[in-house]
Nanobody, 124 residues
Framework: QVQPVESGGGLVQPGGSLRVSCAAS????????VGWLRQAPGKEREFVAAISRRGKYTDYADSVKGRFTISRDNAKNTVYLQMNSLKPEDTAVYYC?????????????????WGQGTQVTVSS
């Protein structure tokens, strides 16, 4: 079992950048597909991005393509989400989650191990 722990959230102005990190304890993170999902107040949790076990494959929600980049460093047991050109609608709690499935899924139910989340607020 793996326990993800997110960090790096905060307040940023529209158009700004932020990088959130997800470190894993317990079983090595390289055994899992890792995704970033987010939940805004009053909305359902939604898929943002995911990366395959060795980092060869990635997938992004249409709303963040071209602005967000997911990456991983398995030697450091850490996954990153670089967020550029941030918009107010990106404001949400961002969760890191591990999936034991064979291929990347955009469904939150495909992710088995969740972190506690980190707040990202985009506001002037």
């Amino acid at each position: 079992q793996v326990q993800p722990v997110e960090s790096g959230g905060g307040l940023v102005q529209p158009g700004g950048s932020l990088r959130v990190s997800c470190a894993a304890s317990g079983r090595t993170f390289s055994s899992y597909i890792v995704g970033w999902l987010r939940q805004a107040p009053g909305k359902e949790r939604e898929f943002v991005a995911a990366i395959s076990r060795r980092g060869k494959y990635t997938d992004y929600a249409d709303s963040v393509k071209g602005r967000f980049t997911i990456s991983r460093d398995n030697a450091k047991n850490t996954v990153y989400l670089q967020m550029n050109s941030l918009k107010p609608e990106d404001t949400a709690v961002y969760y890191c989650a591990g999936s034991g499935r064979v291929v990347i899924s955009t469904e939150p139910s495909a992710y088995d191990y969740w972190g506690q989340g980190t707040q990202v607020t985009v506001s002037s």
